[in-house]
């Protein structure tokens, strides 16, 4: 009897608009805007004044003294948020000295220019094809893996993953190799890993574990090396929606729309499925650019 698992997807038009809009979101700033109220009678708060001529205190800013609740960042978003700050520290060190030993005069303006720059060249650069997103809850046979592919994880977090499959429609046929697919899926898998680095640092951000699978390698992209690997030709695959079709001499992924004409790229988290990140980042697919 086949199982069925809660599985959202989105389908968009844009491979590029949708890396430049989860970028964006990966770096927005997160508020909870559940508001809090505060009674001063029986307290040693200070008298207030007449509600009616305005509040007197501008951190409680509305009338009945309501604020907004600001939540504390949990102690793994500060190892998070302090890990994303030591990279960047290291990589602008890196460049200055660099610049510095040959005699080049470091402009922090014009570096951070340079930065921006190239964001811009490889989102211009990007693979501009029909995606599809999905998100399903860790098979069975995936769960499996996962022991293997990031071994450093909690026994008990890997109960309840969620998967990403980002598809993107290939227009050379995957099961047929030429130089020009060659070419193709080389792009792809470039686009998949820039939009898979936002979207775990989206993921992060909201305070979840979240990694990803290089394509070119079928290992973790963030997680410690290891010598378990995960294709898109995995049995695992097969209880995601998709089909693997055995043509002898190897095997080739089907996709249920776009067939053999479809690169896929695999992301996990411990976010639930139908939890508001999960979600938030479906509706980049499909959102406006100018949103």
Request: with cysteine; aromatic share 8%; charged share 25%.
């Amino acid at each position: 009897m086949p199982i069925f698992r809660r599985m959202l997807s989105a389908k968009g038009p844009q491979m590029r608009a949708f890396t430049q809009r989860i970028a964006a979101f990966s770096t927005q700033v997160q508020i909870d805007p559940t508001p809090i109220v505060f009674v001063g009678k029986g307290t040693t708060l200070p008298a207030r004044q007449n509600s009616l001529l305005g509040p007197n205190d501008s951190q409680y800013p509305f009338q009945g003294d309501v604020s907004f609740a600001h939540k504390p960042l949990s102690l793994r978003q500060q190892k998070e948020n302090s890990k994303i700050e030591r990279v960047m520290d290291d990589t602008e060190h890196s460049l200055i000295n660099l610049l510095s030993n040959t005699n080049i005069e470091v402009d922090r303006t014009h570096l951070t220019q340079l930065k921006e720059e190239a964001m811009e060249e490889i989102q211009a650069n990007a693979a501009d094809v029909e995606i599809e997103l999905s998100a399903i809850e860790a098979p069975k046979l995936l769960k499996k893996e996962m022991k293997y592919l990031f071994p450093q994880m909690e026994t008990q977090k890997m109960s309840n993953v969620t998967v990403f499959n980002l598809t993107q429609k290939s227009e050379f046929d995957m099961k047929a190799w030429s130089e020009s697919m060659e070419d193709e899926r080389e792009k792809l898998t470039a686009s998949f890993i820039m939009s898979a680095n936002a979207i775990c640092s989206t993921l992060h951000r909201f305070g979840y574990w979240a990694d990803f699978i290089d394509p070119s390698s079928g290992r973790p992209y963030m997680g410690d090396y290891t010598n378990h690997t995960l294709f898109e030709t995995n049995d695992a695959y097969k209880q995601m929606g998709f089909k693997i079709e055995d043509l002898g001499c190897c095997k080739v992924l089907q996709h249920a729309c776009w067939g053999s004409h479809a690169f896929v790229g695999t992301i996990f988290t411990d976010a639930p499925v139908d939890g508001s990140a999960v979600r938030d980042i479906l509706k980049k697919v499909t959102q406006e650019i100018d949103e």
